[in-house]
């Protein structure tokens, strides 16, 4: 069954549309809140439109989507950003905002300016925040590349999923979720692995 369905290709096309996604999510919103955490103006506008599109549901603007930058895997990786993005931002932003007052006092009697409170003082004490939020955005562009692969794909294990339904083939599904499952949790795991690894230099620091 693995070889007729042609299980590791789709898995494959599913991995590396997660990962794109996964890493686009993440780095587009490490920057957003940076932007920002640097200008109130901006953050104060934005915040209220960050909220509202954070409450959305993404699948409604899947056909938005479709039409926007195309079917096919475009599309997918678009909809993986979608959902992981928002929570990025909202996440690191918050945690930018919630550094200890005390050091950031400190910092400014000092005559520190911006970009040195950032690189040593903002981005060093959210490292928890950052990981957390690569925790949490492992899952968000799996949910996204999935619900993206239901709509439009031609490959992927969600493609698999709803053709498996199709054709009532109940075995191929529950491979499929299975799989998923893996996918997720060994995705989940690598992210722990980096924690581990910067705690340990942490530590010998």
Do not use: R
């Amino acid at each position: 069954n693995l070889s007729s369905n042609d299980l590791l290709k789709h898995l494959g096309v599913t991995c590396l549309e997660t990962i794109i996604g996964f890493l686009a999510g993440t780095t587009l919103g490490v920057i957003i809140a940076i932007i920002l955490w640097w200008s109130k103006f901006l953050s104060k506008v934005a915040e209220p439109f960050l909220v509202i599109l954070n409450s959305l549901p993404k699948i409604a603007l899947g056909p938005v989507i479709i039409i926007w930058v195309g079917a096919g895997m475009p599309a997918i990786i678009v909809m993986a950003l979608s959902i992981s993005l928002i929570v990025t931002i909202l996440e690191i932003l918050n945690g930018f905002m919630h550094t200890d007052k005390e050091l950031l006092k400190m910092a400014k009697t000092f005559n520190a300016n911006k970009l040195q409170i950032l690189s040593k003082i903002i981005i060093p004490s959210n490292i928890n925040t950052f990981i957390n939020s690569l925790k949490i955005n492992i899952g968000l562009s799996l949910v996204g590349v999935i619900s993206g692969e239901f709509l439009v794909s031609k490959a992927g294990l969600g493609y698999l999923i709803v053709y498996g339904g199709q054709v009532f083939q109940l075995d191929l599904v529950m491979t499929s979720v299975i799989i998923l499952a893996i996918v997720a949790a060994l995705m989940y795991q690598s992210v722990v692995l980096l924690e581990k690894t910067i705690q340990k230099n942490k530590k010998f620091k």
